[in-house]
Every structure is written in structure tokens, then in C-alpha cells.
């Protein structure tokens, strides 16, 4: 049984970088729809400096669309203008049929954002917090279902100083669903987490495009993009680079005649690691 989707798959090597088979990825409920984020020549400077270098893309309803790239790269800047919280200088965007200088606040009612960072009201239990969004997104989902949903039920009456990092990530995430969104923004969502709640959580972004959303996630880590993600768009230096599907990507660079220089293994230490204490969930 294979930990990363729970499914009696095989584990590829290729290159030595570890790689799951096509069929690891979860597709029971996944089709490739309409185009549901559209970006045009998408500009954004500060001053002199241009951050975002008239950039074009589009991502396709029910995927689960990553934007990889270094720091600064200004992947973190085209996520923000998307979700209406930055200003761009030029170009057009479009979500779910919105135009982004049109019509912000529609899209606004249908997207949910979690960002690198969160804060919360320090004293608030978690179902209390929940509550408070509820009132604000005029929604009337229930505390315990959400809570449930990303495995935190039990700590229903903590505060989120009381969570663990991957308990606060999974809590993040769920407050992202409360007005119940056809488009999820994840910004970089596992950074600093260990290998359990890592696959843990991607678990749950599995589950959320599982249910009808569309996902879009940055990452820094190269796994787990190409576990997780049908394309990736490569951006640097305010640019795309490259924008294809992980495994179509890979096979690009190895029929290029790439070659890495080490003996292939069967594992890695990241799956000694999980073999041995355990790919359940755990809490501190």
C-alpha cells in the first residue's frame, strides 16, 4: 500500500529523483474542464523595478495548478493580483468568467486565499473562529464537519497557539473553504512542516480538488509538485519559463540527454523515515 496515495501502486526512479507513476495521482473525480483563470501580459513594477514581467496563463477548471519558482521569482506577487489583494500595473485578468477590473468583488465570493502567513484572534477556540468567519462570509457551515474534515476535531476547544505547525496549516486551509470556494489558493502551504504532516496535507489538498475545487498552489519543494500538481508553470525572474505537466517536463529534460551522476536507489531517507514512524496521523 502506497503512502502517498493510499493506493497498491509502484514508485518509479528515474534520474534518482524519486517519482510516482501517472497512476498515483488521484483522478477519480478529476476532468479537464473549461479555462477557470485566464492571464493575459500581466505586468506589475514597483518603481523602476518590475516584478512581474507580462506574464500569460491559463489554468483549467478542477486541476490542481502549481507555480514553482526561487524566492523573488514573483510567484507570490501574480497569486496576490489573482486573489485581489495586490494592484497590477498592466495586462487583464480573468476568474470564472470576471473580469478582474470589473468585477473584484464577485470574484472575491468565490475564491478562498491561505497565505504564507495567518494570524487569528489569540483567545478564540477553533470552533469559535470558525464561527467569526461564518458571520463574516454570512455562511452557516458547521464547526465540527470543517474541523473533521482536516483531522482537528478533537482540538475543537484549543487556540491555534496550542496547535502544532501542521495542526495551523490544516487549520489555515480550512478556513479557506468556509464560503465554500470553487478556486483554492495555496501559498506555499507545507514550508516548515515534517515529511508526516507534509503528506498529511497533501492529503487534504487532494481531497478539496476531490470535492469540485479548483486548486492553485506555490511550493518550493519539487516533490511535491510533481505529486500533487496535473501542470506546473515555471516563473523567474518574473517570467515563465516553462509550463507543461510534471512527467512531460521531466521526460523533456532526460530525452535532452540529461544524466544525473549517482547510482538510482529503491527509497529515500524521507521514506525510511515515514516507514518507521509512521505515515498516520500523528500529533504532538
Not at 28 to 35: C, L, V, W
Not at 49 to 60: C, D, H, L, N, P
Not at 245 to 273: M, Q, W, Y
Request: with cysteine; charged share 25%; aromatic share 6%.
Amino acid at each position: 500500500m502506497c503512502s502517498l496515495c493510499n493506493t497498491s501502486c509502484s514508485l518509479c526512479y528515474k534520474n534518482g529523483a524519486q517519482r510516482t507513476l501517472r497512476i498515483t495521482k488521484d483522478t477519480t473525480n478529476y476532468k479537464m474542464k473549461e479555462t477557470i483563470i485566464k492571464v493575459k501580459d500581466l505586468v506589475k513594477k514597483y518603481g523602476d523595478f518590475e516584478a512581474v514581467k507580462g506574464i500569460s496563463f491559463e489554468v483549467r477548471e478542477g486541476e490542481i495548478f502549481g507555480l514553482l519558482g526561487p524566492n523573488g521569482a514573483g510567484k507570490s506577487t501574480t497569486l496576490e493580483i489573482i486573489e485581489t489583494l495586490r494592484e497590477k500595473t498592466s495586462g487583464e485578468v480573468w476568474v470564472n468568467g470576471f473580469h478582474l477590473d470589473k468585477h473584484p468583488e464577485e470574484i472575491k465570493k468565490i475564491i478562498g486565499v491561505q497565505l504564507q502567513t495567518s494570524g487569528y484572534y489569540p483567545n478564540l477556540k477553533l470552533v469559535e473562529l470558525i464561527n467569526l468567519f461564518n458571520g463574516l462570509y454570512n455562511r452557516n457551515v458547521d464547526p465540527m464537519s470543517l474541523l473533521e474534515m482536516v483531522n482537528l476535531k478533537d482540538k475543537a476547544n484549543a487556540t491555534v497557539k496550542q496547535l502544532s505547525g501542521g495542526q495551523r496549516q490544516r487549520f489555515s486551509v480550512a478556513t479557506t473553504l468556509i464560503n465554500d470556494p470553487k478556486i483554492v489558493f495555496l501559498d506555499e502551504p507545507t514550508t516548515g512542516l515534517d515529511p508526516q504532516a507534509r503528506r498529511n496535507l497533501w492529503d487534504l489538498v487532494r481531497s478539496i480538488r476531490s470535492k469540485g475545487a479548483t486548486v492553485i498552489i506555490t511550493t518550493h519543494y519539487m516533490d511535491e509538485a510533481e505529486v500533487l500538481c496535473d501542470r506546473v508553470a515555471i516563473i523567474d525572474a518574473g517570467k515563465i519559463i516553462a509550463m507543461e505537466t510534471p512527467d512531460r517536463l521531466i521526460d523533456n529534460l532526460v530525452s535532452s540527454g540529461f544524466e544525473r551522476p549517482r547510482e538510482v536507489k529503491k527509497a529515500n531517507l524521507e521514506d525510511v523515515f515515514i516507514n518507521l514512524t509512521g505515515h498516520s496521523l500523528r500529533e504532538e
